[in-house]
């Protein structure tokens, strides 16, 4: 804050040791006399070795420092904040609730005027004897911001879900968490009061909330306090931000939630999402620190025992500002559906980092963004600042193992945690980062990083070239596939990994890492094919324990091998016939005695079938997965897996977890109509040369495929298709007829 006006949030999370700061131009703000700078600092403060700090600096045009953080400085612990609220250990960034009692915050403290003689000197931290960084840890590598500030707009609810009120009840044992009051259930008002619910929708006139008061002269009658729910009717990721005028005391309790439960709002069950606010005498406006991702918000009002006058509440939407480059459009409805829920779930995983979901962890998770979210934003977007942050970011995070953090956008030390398949898909995203944009740049930094994990991986071969017991904890999917001893997919996934290691060393001029990545790739191909084929199933096996099969057989084994070319044409043919041509639908968990993919790794099956030149069939998958699965539930955003109420991961049995309403992982169409359907293939780094084969499918549409050259258009037309391209950009020949 600047002589009182909010200037600016951030700097972007980050790992302690890599620490980005921001730069913000103040000077029209700045007045003659005396001036403040103010800072609310928030520090999460667990899981990792870091400690709270707050660095600042004025700097006129010439780079001079005019003033900066140091033990002139004035600090203290707000008391306006509960420092027990409730933690929700599912969240890496703002895990703990947020309780402000606007009564122990003075009204002016952001001005000049205010006096600040009883805070203390700032402490100046330092080490051996050392104060300003790099020399501190752990501020040893202070980073500029390298994405751009996200955009924020206003909004309001489009409707009421819901008015009611509840009996009022301490919460003695967990009462630093709201969530519990919030999913309380209620009945129809009577006895407390909510005047013009409907006015929360509008800018126009207030909503007034009483509890009731008749407890007062009738001791048998309990306190009734309103609640009204609100539904924006989408997913959003926002702060909650008020007008209220009210007595001193009276609290507003807030509640966010992707879904309703049974109808009615309850936050309780999983993902204890909600904030407090007290409010002090009079009229008064409030902003969360931290913005939550919800679709529903539920308000409940506390000890407002004279009329607490709710003037506006918004949501101040805020997001990662994409250009609107990448498009699809088809008169298919259900698959224009699929795309825009698609692109809608890509858009709001991304915000100063690139989460799984935003509700649940908002964390940037290493194979979810590697293996989809990336390529869905180069596809719907076009952007690479974003995705550049997230391969640095993630390879800072490599442990003396060779393998990368599971989530990269906090730091954990727990290098025994790792999931080692997450660290294939991030080596192959930074191939495919390259691949898009030319950048010989990053490959030049990372590229040690990568070479460490192929290392890593190679240690585990066994005679055949094959890796059995893969270390750690081997994810692949959330499905039924077995791991046991030689994990075909694994396997899989290093060949890929391998076959991007030898073009990173090709860019990078390492011949001997090419040699080694070449050899390696032979005899992983000639081994899984003899180890894993089962000649009477048609398929390849899930895993084999030394010589033995184990009897398992997957989706997720089968459209890997394909994809990744390690099937043969035949075994290729048998697969496709086996699992996806004879159109049998196919049921959640396990399937005539085949796993099938969750969303996640069903990104694999639309790249396998579209390798086999099969897209009529990806088309199919498409329409029936997302399309009837989602789509037809009335999605707005993609779910974690094929149903929000349950995983299937252990069979043919519904395991009752939450799953998100919000997935990007499960947004792979938003990448695959554009540019799979197209045939659109980068055969020179940073697109100036592409292949484009459209699919010879029964189908209309309109794609738009941004490129770093500018963007490509395809459209299809009544069996004709037409490609045009931005200057710069080639079209080989046998890709289609250009204009």
């Known amino acids: 804050y600047v002589n009182g006006r909010r200037v600016h949030e951030g700097p972007p999370k980050s790992h302690p040791f890599m620490t980005y700061y921001d730069q913000v131009p103040v000077g029209a703000m700045l007045e003659p006399g005396d001036n403040v700078i103010c800072a609310i600092v928030n520090h999460v403060g667990y899981d990792d070795d870091s400690r709270g700090g707050f660095l600042a600096e004025l700097i006129d045009a010439d780079g001079t420092a005019l003033a900066a953080t140091g033990p002139a400085w004035r600090a203290i612990r707000s008391p306006a904040w509960r420092q027990d609220s409730f933690f929700c250990f599912f969240n890496r960034v703002v895990p703990y609730q947020e309780h402000f009692d606007a009564r122990r915050l003075p009204v002016d403290w952001l001005l000049p005027r205010f006096d600040d003689s009883r805070w203390e000197e700032a402490t100046v931290i330092s080490h051996r004897g050392r104060t300003r960084p790099p020399q501190v840890p752990p501020w040893t590598r202070l980073i500029p911001r390298d994405i751009p500030i996200m955009t924020e707009q206003p909004l309001r609810a489009e409707r009421v879900a819901g008015t009611g009120e509840s009996t009022s009840a301490m919460n003695r044992m967990r009462g630093g968490d709201l969530s519990i009051s919030l999913s309380q259930p209620g009945v129809p008002i009577a006895r407390a009061a909510i005047d013009d619910p409907d006015a929360i929708c509008a800018e126009e006139r207030p909503t007034v909330f009483a509890c009731s008061t008749a407890h007062r002269s009738d001791p048998g009658t309990p306190i009734m306090e309103p609640w009204i729910v609100l539904d924006f009717g989408r997913i959003i990721n926002a702060y909650a931000e008020i007008d209220v005028d009210g007595p001193a005391g009276a609290t507003l309790e807030i509640g966010y939630a992707e879904r309703l439960t049974d109808g009615q709002f309850n936050n309780v069950i999983e993902g204890q999402f909600a904030d407090g606010y007290t409010l002090r005498e009079g009229a008064q406006s409030w902003r969360s620190f931290a913005w939550k991702s919800f679709r529903y918000v539920k308000i409940r009002v506390k000890n407002a025992f004279a009329p607490l006058i709710l003037r506006d509440f918004r949501a101040i939407e805020s997001a990662y500002p994409f250009d609107d480059v990448g498009s699809f459009e088809t008169p298919d409805r259900q698959l224009q559906s699929v795309y825009d829920i698609c692109r809608a779930t890509t858009q709001i995983a991304c915000n100063e980092y690139i989460t799984d979901t935003p509700w649940r962890e908002q964390g940037q998770w290493l194979g979810d963004v590697a293996a989809v979210t990336l390529g869905s934003i180069y596809a719907c977007f076009g952007d690479t600042a974003l995705a550049r942050k997230f391969l640095i970011q993630s390879a800072a995070t490599q442990y003396p193992t060779g393998f990368l953090g599971n989530m990269t956008n906090t730091y954990t030390a727990n290098w025994s945690g790792v999931l080692p398949d997450f660290s294939l898909w991030w080596l192959m995203a930074l191939r495919d980062f390259y691949v898009y944009t030319g950048d010989e740049s990053i490959v030049v930094e990372l590229y040690h990083t990568a070479a460490r994990l192929i290392t890593a991986n190679l240690a585990y071969r066994r005679a055949d070239g094959l890796i059995e017991d893969a270390p750690y904890e081997v994810f692949i999917d959330w499905a039924n596939v077995d791991r046991t001893g030689a994990s075909a997919a694994y396997n899989a996934l290093l060949y890929g990994a391998l076959v991007a290691m030898e073009e990173l060393a090709g860019a990078y001029g390492d011949e001997r890492m090419e040699r080694t990545c070449r050899a390696a790739t032979e005899t992983i191909r000639t081994s899984f094919r003899h180890v894993f084929w089962d000649p009477d199933e048609h398929l390849f096996a899930d895993a084999v324990d030394g010589t033995q099969a184990t009897g398992a ?135 100036a040369q592409v292949r484009i084969t459209a699919a010879d499918v029964d189908l209309d549409y309109r794609a738009v495929f941004p490129t770093p050259r500018g963007a490509i258009t395809v459209t299809c037309s009544a069996g004709a298709t037409t490609i045009d391209t931005p200057t710069g950009v080639t079209v080989m020949e046998g890709g289609g007829n250009a204009s």
């Not at 035949?570 to 496709?576: F, H």
């Not at 016939?577 to 099938?596: H, I, K, P, S, Y």
């Not at 639309?606 to 009529?616: C, F, I, N, P, Q």
């Open 553 to 687: 057989f997957s989706e997720q084994t089968n459209a890997a091998a394909i994809e990744f070319g390690l099937a043969d044409d035949a075994q290729r043919d048998a697969i496709i016939d086996r699992l996806w041509a004879r159109g049998d639908a196919f049921l959640c968990g396990t399937n005539n005695g085949v796993t099938e993919a969750n969303p996640f790794f069903t990104a694999v099956v639309l790249k396998a079938l579209a390798r086999a030149g099969r897209h009529d069939l990806a088309l199919d998958v498409i329409r029936d997965r997302w399309g009837k699965r989602m789509v037809a539930h009335g999605a707005t955003s993609t779910y974690e897996e094929w149903s929000r109420y349950g995983s299937w991961r252990n069979g043919d049995e519904l395991v009752p977890i939450m799953r998100t309403e919000s997935h990007a992982w499960s947004a792979f169409p938003a990448r695959w109509l554009p540019e799979y359907l197209c045939g659109i293939t980068i055969v020179e780094p940073g697109c």
